[in-house]
């Protein structure tokens, strides 16, 4: 039992280490003909990362940003009660809130990756002629993944 509370521990750790690297990191999308990337913050072209963002729907990368913000907020919420309720939760009992907590940031992941998925992701929107998913991107979907896993797995684990 301690080994497996031990693995879910540490996959919920790398999901909030991944999700902060894919939100902050500019590389959602990678060009294949010069060497540039677009993020949620900024374009980078030949290493020099400038302030504006030449996407079109301003209001939907407004609502990717808050909803990848939010589901590090709702993961490093859900790891702290996690370890509070480790520590103070009776045998026997489950963990419900931290569960709980984990699926609402899992709720966040699919909204937010959905998002630029659909308005951005397809090569149409970007200023790329020719592009390809960047590791930013990718992470999130990963992110997406591993929070549903530890959401469940808060829900179904008791404490013994």
């Known amino acids: 039992m301690l080994v497996l509370l031990a693995a879910i521990f540490v996959i919920h750790i790398a999901t909030c280490v991944m999700l902060f690297v894919s939100t902050i990191a500019n590389v959602w999308v990678v060009s294949d003909t010069i060497n540039a990337s677009v993020g949620l913050w900024r374009n980078c072209t030949g290493g020099d990362c400038g302030g504006g963002l030449s ?5 939907a990368l407004k609502a990717v940003q808050a909803f990848m913000i939010l589901s590090i907020i709702f993961s490093v919420i859900s790891l702290i009660i996690f370890v509070f309720q480790l520590f103070t939760m009776e045998k026997g009992n489950r963990f419900f809130l931290s569960g709980a907590t984990m699926l609402v940031c899992w709720l ?3 909204i937010g990756a959905s998002i630029y998925t659909h308005r951005y992701a397809n090569g149409d929107s ?7 998913h960047g590791y930013s991107f990718i992470l999130a979907w990963i992110c997406f993944c591993f929070s549903f896993v530890v959401g469940v797995l808060y829900l179904v684990l008791r404490k013994k």
């Open 108 to 110: 966040c992941v699919l």
């Open 126 to 132: 970007n200023s790329f002629e020719r592009s390809h």
């Open 55 to 59: 996407y079109g729907h301003e209001d």
